[in-house]
């Protein structure tokens, strides 16, 4: 048996600029955070032929071409099996649709395992792309690429989307006692609605392409947010770093209508009076989690369980997508 796990994700900065309508037109940058949240994937192999799948549906096929689950049904394509006999199971710590990054999470999970399966081994920046190789250009999902990738190297990670699809990337430079500050008062709660962020991203995906130019300055403009709270982060400057998110919350806002609602914006209000310095949602938006950088952890913490948030705490994680059992 194979057990492959991989953390899901917070964006710090520059979020949306890692599609690729918007950087290979101007250059993206994203600053992400892998937490210790998990997508689990094990891959054995079961006595009778055929394909096993257990996620959130069962699935039992002959072929690869029947497979339904389609990540699934492409990685198997890619490996090219002769004659399929493999199972498939996963599991979430938090269910998909929350804005944590949990299909590229499934994804590089579920490819670390299926080579570990065959015995190859995939290193972590070949294991990002080939992860969106699968879900951008064989699936033609509407999403950038930082999932992926912060999800493959864990850590704080600063990453640059290339005008040629390259992307580089370089470990956040926090003094320990400043990481230990964010990691304390960055809070998470659930907004208790989950959501497809295809038809968000899509949208920006068509404007950007299409270079409408409110568009294009909104992600500009996120983009030196995104380099602004990098140089707070690194500098030790953890107040400016939670205006900055506020700051990004608002420009997120203001490209799709889409991006929030009555409720969250209400909740997003009550956290400003509660010791709450910025916050936004975690992912495209529409539902998900709420994540604020507090000044009075305390107070914020009391605010949101009388709004009915639930709270989810988490810590760094710096493994990135790995082996567990194999």
């Not at 670390?112 to 064989?138: G, M």
């Not at 602004?228 to 490209?255: C, I, N, V």
Request: charged share 20%; with cysteine; aromatic share 8%.
């Amino acid at each position: 048996m194979i057990i492959a796990r991989s953390p899901l994700r917070i964006t710090l900065g520059g979020g949306g600029t890692d599609l690729a309508s918007y950087y290979t037109q101007r250059e993206g940058f994203v600053l992400a955070a892998a937490i210790d949240k998990y997508v689990y994937v094990t891959v054995t192999r079961p006595f009778s032929p055929g394909i096993y799948l257990k996620y959130s549906a069962l699935e039992h096929v002959a072929q690869v071409a029947d497979v339904r689950h389609p990540i699934i049904r492409e990685a198997l394509m890619l490996m090219n099996p002769a004659s399929p006999r493999i199972e498939i199971t996963t599991l979430a710590d938090i269910p998909a649709g929350t804005g944590l990054g949990s299909s590229g999470s499934f994804t590089t999970a579920l490819l670390k395992a299926l080579y570990a399966h065959q015995r190859q081994v995939l290193h972590a920046e070949a294991l990002a792309e080939l992860a969106c190789h699968i879900e951008i250009e064989r699936l033609g999902e509407p999403i950038g690429k930082q999932d992926q990738y912060i999800a493959s190297l864990g850590g704080l990670t600063c990453l640059t989307f290339h005008r040629d699809h390259r992307v580089s990337s370089t470990p956040l430079h926090i003094s320990r006692q400043a990481m230990i500050e964010l990691e304390d008062n960055l809070l998470l709660f659930f907004t208790g609605y989950t959501r497809v962020t295809g038809d968000i991203l899509r949208d920006q995906h068509l404007r950007s392409q299409a270079g409408e130019a409110e568009v294009l300055r909104n992600l500009d403009y996120v983009k030196a947010l995104g380099y602004r709270s990098r140089d707070a982060l690194e500098s030790g400057d953890l107040t400016l770093f939670g205006e900055l998110m506020d700051e990004h919350w608002q420009y997120k806002r203001a490209r799709s209508t889409a991006v929030s609602n009555p409720r969250i914006d209400e909740w997003y209000a009550l956290a400003r009076l509660n010791g709450a310095i910025g916050g936004k949602l975690v992912g495209a938006g529409g539902g998900g989690f709420l994540m604020f950088y507090a000044a009075d952890r305390t107070r914020l913490r009391h605010a949101m369980a009388e709004a009915g948030l639930e709270e989810v705490r988490f810590r760094f994680d710096f493994e990135g997508t790995r082996l567990v059992l194999s």
